[in-house]
């Protein structure tokens, strides 16, 4: 069982910063990829990054490529989700999400196959 908690939402104006990080609890976090969805009224819940367990697998959604930096501490069962010129566009609840225990490597997964979900943060983005 893993237990996640989200924190570092909150209201922003576009073009800030806002650093989401997730918390997990075990002592096999280091067993698990990780990732951040994020979901509007109305709308499915949508992939916006991930990190396998050993951090050599990473991928972003082409809406926050290159703008929002996914990286974990498996020392300190954390994950983390710089989100980095920030738009109106990016408001949503965001989650995180564990996939595992995973033995060997795998590379990230984009859907929603995930085993643990935390339960959200918002993020508003003003115009």
């Known amino acids: 069982q893993v237990q996640l908690v989200e924190s570092g939402g909150g209201l922003v104006q576009a073009g800030g910063s806002l650093r989401l990080s997730c918390a997990a609890s075990g002592r096999t976090f280091s067993s698990y990829d990780m990732g951040w969805f994020r979901q509007t009224p109305g709308k499915e819940r949508e992939f916006v990054a991930g990190?396998?367990?050993?951090?050599?697998?990473?991928d972003y959604a082409d809406s926050v490529k290159g703008r929002s930096p996914i990286s974990r501490d498996n020392g300190k069962n954390t994950v983390s989700l710089e989100m980095n010129s920030l738009k109106p566009e990016d408001t949503a609840v965001y989650y995180c999400a564990a996939r595992g225990p995973i033995v060997g490597f795998t590379t990230v997964v984009r859907d929603t196959r995930y085993d643990y979900w935390g339960q959200g943060t918002q993020v508003t983005v003003s115009s």
């Open positions: 990190i396998n367990r050993s951090g050599r697998s990473i």
